[in-house]
């Protein structure tokens, strides 16, 4: 069973930068492909990022490509988004995602086929000046 924690969430301004993290536990990173889903208050849970287990390929929703990265570091067990130029339509509740896959190009196909098994409680995130 896998167990994921979020955290790095809060209160910023439109423009700023904030860092989210994800810990793993229960099984190797290695093993897992990871990503990050966002709900906004009264819309449905999106998916925004993808990256396969062993970091290559990561992938991202037109809404956030160019300002956000997703990362993982399969040592200390951690997945990352470091998200820039926070705007008021980035505010949602934020959540990691983990599948168990090997495949290098689970992340390459469009958003509708990233599938995760596994989810943490989520961290929030309000953009707003």
């Known amino acids: 069973q896998v167990q994921l924690v979020e955290s790095g969430g809060g209160s910023v301004q439109p423009g700023d930068s904030l860092r989210l993290s994800c810990a793993a536990s229960g099984s190797a990173l290695g093993d897992l492909a990871m990503g990050w889903f966002r709900q906004a208050p009264g819309k449905a849970r999106e998916v925004i990022a993808c990256?396969?287990?062993?970091?290559?390929?990561?992938n991202y929703a037109d809404a956030v490509k160019g300002r956000f990265s997703i990362s993982k570091d399969n040592v200390q067990n951690m997945a990352y988004l470091q998200m820039r130029n926070l705007t008021a339509e980035d505010t949602a509740d934020y959540y990691c995602g983990a599948v168990f896959s090997a495949a290098d190009f689970y992340c390459a196909g469009t958003r509708s086929t990233w599938r995760f098994d596994y989810w943490g409680q989520g961290t929030q995130v309000t953009v707003s000046s």
């Open positions: 990256i396969s287990s062993s970091g290559l390929m990561p």
